[in-house]
Every structure is written in C-alpha cells, then in structure tokens.
C-alpha cells in the first residue's frame, strides 16, 4: 500500500494484478487498483477531476484526464472517506501510475490539487 497525507486528504493505493482478463502471450496485462480518500480535515470537499500518468516498462506513457472518478465527483465530509476502485491495461508485466485530483474546498469556495504519489503494477511472477 501506498498513502501519502497533503492538504488533510489521505490518499492510498493498493494495486492487484488481474489474471482472468489478462493475456501475457497477447502483452495484455490488466491490473486493478484500489483507492482510498480520507478527509482528515474539519471542512467538506468534492473530488472534481483526475489526472494520471501511467508508465509500463517498455516504454509506453499515456495519461488520462476527466471529470470525477469512476463516473462520479464525490462530495467527502470531515473524517469520512471514499472508496473505489478502477482497472488499467498495460503492454508489461511492470508499470506504474502516477497523478493529481482537483479538489473544490466546499465552504470555502476554492480550489486545490493533490498530488497522488507513484503505485506500482507488478505480476506476482515477476516477484520472485
């Protein structure tokens, strides 16, 4: 697991490589993630957009940008979190993803960024 606290927002990742939908002799290797945010601070907020970068090892780079995440834009009171979970499609057995979210402070009005610290993909093949 990784987790990283910025701002009063605790991010935390956990990544599982997916074997039924993956296709190795294909170079189709699917994981899924696992994404936790906290809202450790006394204020409301919603989760507005993403942004990701996502590496394999041979070299590719794509990046994703949207509104929300998996179809919708949180709101997350103070001391409550939010949960869900999202897949990615690699052309390696290694990879990892990295990103941002931007926030809205709710009572404040403003605005504000997250950075989202790099989580790896790996096979648990190649773990040994």
């Known amino acids: 697991m990784v987790s990283k606290l910025t701002n009063n927002i605790k991010i935390s990742t956990i990544t599982r490589f997916n074997s039924r939908?993956?296709?190795p002799l294909n170079g189709i290797y699917y994981f899924d993630y696992f994404i936790t945010i906290e809202n450790n601070s006394d204020k409301?907020?919603?989760l507005l957009r993403r942004h990701w970068d996502i590496l394999d090892s041979i070299g590719h780079k794509y990046s994703v940008d949207g509104e929300g995440v998996v179809g919708q834009q949180p709101?997350?009171?103070?001391?409550?979190k939010y949960a869900y979970q999202s897949a990615c499609r690699l052309k390696s057995?290694?990879?990892?993803?990295?990103?941002k979210y931007l926030f809205k402070n709710?009572?404040?009005e403003k605005l504000f960024e997250v950075d989202i610290d790099p989580f790896r993909f790996i096979t648990p093949y190649r773990l040994n």
Request: aromatic share 4%; net charge negative.
């Open 21 to 23: 939908e993956s296709k």
């Open 44 to 46: 409301p907020f919603q």
């Open 75 to 80: 709101t997350i009171l103070p001391n409550e």
């Open 93 to 99: 057995d290694i990879g990892l993803m990295k990103g």
């Open 106 to 108: 709710l009572e404040e």
